[in-house]
T-cell receptor
Framework: GAVVSQHPSWVICKSGTSVKIECRSLDFQATTMFWYRQFPKQSLMLMATSNEGSKATYEQGVEKDKFLINHASLTLSTLTVTSAHPEDSSFYIC?????????????FGPGTRLTVT | GESVGLHLPTLSVQEGDNSIINCAYSNSASDYFIWYKQESGKGPQFIIDIRSNMDKRQGQRVTVLLNKTVKHLSLQIAATQPGDSAVYFCAENKHQAGTALIFGKGTTLSVSS
């Protein structure tokens, strides 16, 4: 149990276009989902925390208008990278947590490799 | 800001040796700590966790030690195998709803046979 999927697993896009990444909890309801970014040979850096039905909370330095997060249901959160630039190329990882009333553990997705050309 | 960090960026061991990976944390309010393994191109994989009311926890071939006095966390892997080669991260948080994990810098473990 506790499986989180991400789609796509990798994507290449041209500079200036937008890309949407999906994060799904397959066998549990996720009250909270988290989005992380990981550059090569670096650690995971938290970008934002999203709760179902409310606006995401972004970490300092993360542009909310550039990284749009939608947590529309208890099993799906999306991250849209708008007007992508080469410096946005990174490995994006989501995690999901059942949250209050259940487990506080977080379950990670397999990640999405974004390359902006 | 507060963060969790690892002492060594790389560790090389021979197959069959025991490995010890260390981590220092700075947030006294953290009460939950986790070790993750990450293979290239994949998401973090849960290894073992420990709460702040414990000093030691054992799993299969792995042991986590927590020293709250010096804010130190370690992961011990017994009889290290080539399949253990990966990057290992420690992470911490205040174990409550909606709280994100803060990750340390990571240690790359290389196991040679």
């Amino acid at each position: 149990g506790a499986v989180v999927s991400q789609h796509p697993s990798w994507v290449i896009c041209k500079s200036g276009t937008s890309v949407k990444i999906e994060c799904r909890s397959l066998d549990f309801q996720a009250t909270t989902m988290f989005w992380y970014r990981q550059f090569p040979k670096q650690s995971l850096m938290l970008m934002a925390t999203s709760n179902e039905g409310s606006k995401a909370t972004y970490e300092q330095g993360v542009e909310k208008d550039k990284f749009l997060i939608n947590h529309a249901s208890l099993t799906l959160s999306t991250l849209t990278v708008t007007s992508a630039h080469p410096e946005d190329s990174s490995f994006y990882i989501c995690s999901a947590s059942p949250g209050a009333g259940g487990s506080y553990e977080q379950y990670f997705g397999p990640g999405t490799r974004l390359t902006v050309t | 800001g507060e963060s969790v960090g690892l002492h060594l960026p790389t560790l090389s061991v021979q197959e069959g040796d025991n490995s010890i990976i260390n981590c220092a944390y700075s947030n006294s309010a953290s009460d939950y700590f986790i070790w993750y393994k990450q293979e290239s191109g994949k998401g973090p994989q849960f290894i073992i966790d420990i709460r702040s009311n414990m000093d030691k926890r054992q799993g299969q071939r792995v042991t986590v030690l927590l020293n709250k006095t010096v804010k130190h966390l370690s992961l011990q892997i017994a009889a290290t195998q080539p399949g253990d080669s990966a990057v290992y991260f420690c992470a911490e948080n205040k174990h409550q709803a909606g709280t994100a994990l803060i990750f340390g810098k990571g240690t790359t473990l290389s196991v040679s046979s």
